[in-house]
Antibody, heavy 125, light 108 residues
Framework: QVQLQESGPGLVKPSETLSLTCTVSGGSISSYHWSWIRQPPGKGLEWIGYIFYSGSTNYNSSLKSRVTISVDMSKNQFSLKLSSVTAADTAIYYC???????????????????WGRGTLVTVTS | SYELTQPPSVSVSPGQTARITCSGD??????AYWYQQRPGQAPVLVIS???ERPSGIPERFSGSSSGTTVTLTISGVQAEDEADYYCQSADGSGTYFVFGTGTKVTVL
């Protein structure tokens, strides 16, 4: 059973870069898609982006200019960097395995399972 | 842009049936997925591909789809089902993902 664990600073200053790492255990990061999702306190879920183990990425257009997701296969980890943060970026950040399904158009990423427990990042001076 | 709309809240007595709707223009052409998020916990997948129940999810959880609306039904609601529920879908090429606005289920 794959398990995911987020790690990184819980406090980030405005205008700085938020950096988080997700460590995958119980399975290899190879051959799969991996994603970041966030949830502001008391609010809903927002997809941030995903990375395929090969390194190809896709980002939410609303965050694309500030987001970088990378993968380190030697450590079975993938990471998130979000630059120029503001208070609006305060949220619980989750990493998740992005499951793909075979469909008429090919193998298409579809849903998130499982998720990490999440880590709260607060942007404050 | 893709949007999925859910009612903010649903209240139900124990043993009764809760129905949560999710509406969006993408739904006639793309699958919907449902997640349960208990307070202080990460979301958990409870329905896949509109109506499939993953292993380990109780039989009282079911899903259905009709046109631009998908529905999560919880039959015989239990106190432990009190949680936030989110629908989710993707674009046709799997390059963009959207979550519904979320529904808080309260067990009276």
């Amino acid at each position: 059973q794959v398990q995911l664990q987020e790690s990184g600073p819980g406090l980030v200053k405005p205008s700085e870069t938020l950096s988080l790492t997700c460590t995958v255990s119980g399975g290899s990061i190879s051959s799969y898609h991996w994603s970041w999702i966030r949830q502001p306190p008391g609010k809903g879920l927002e997809w941030i982006g995903y990375i395929f183990y090969s390194g190809s990425t896709n980002y939410n257009s609303s965050l694309k200019s500030r987001v970088t997701i990378s993968v380190d296969m030697s450590k079975n980890q993938f990471s998130l960097k979000l630059s120029s943060v503001t208070a609006a970026d305060t949220a619980i950040y989750y990493c998740a395995k992005l499951r793909a399904m075979t469909m008429p158009r090919g193998v298409i990423p579809q849903y998130f399972d499982p998720w990490g427990r999440g880590t709260l990042v607060t942007v404050t001076s | 842009s893709y949007e999925l709309t859910q009612p903010p809240s649903v209240s139900v007595s124990p043993g009764q049936t809760a129905r949560i709707t999710c509406s969006g223009d993408v739904l006639p052409n793309q699958y919907a997925y449902w997640y349960q998020q208990r307070p202080g916990q990460a979301p958990v997948l409870v329905i896949s591909k509109d109506s499939e129940r993953p292993s380990g999810i109780p039989e009282r959880f079911s899903g259905s789809s009709s046109g631009t609306t998908v529905t999560l039904t919880i039959s015989g609601v239990q106190a432990e089902d009190e949680a936030d529920y989110y629908c989710q879908s993707a674009d046709g090429s799997g390059t963009y993902f959207v979550f519904g606005t979320g529904t808080k289920v309260t067990v009276l």
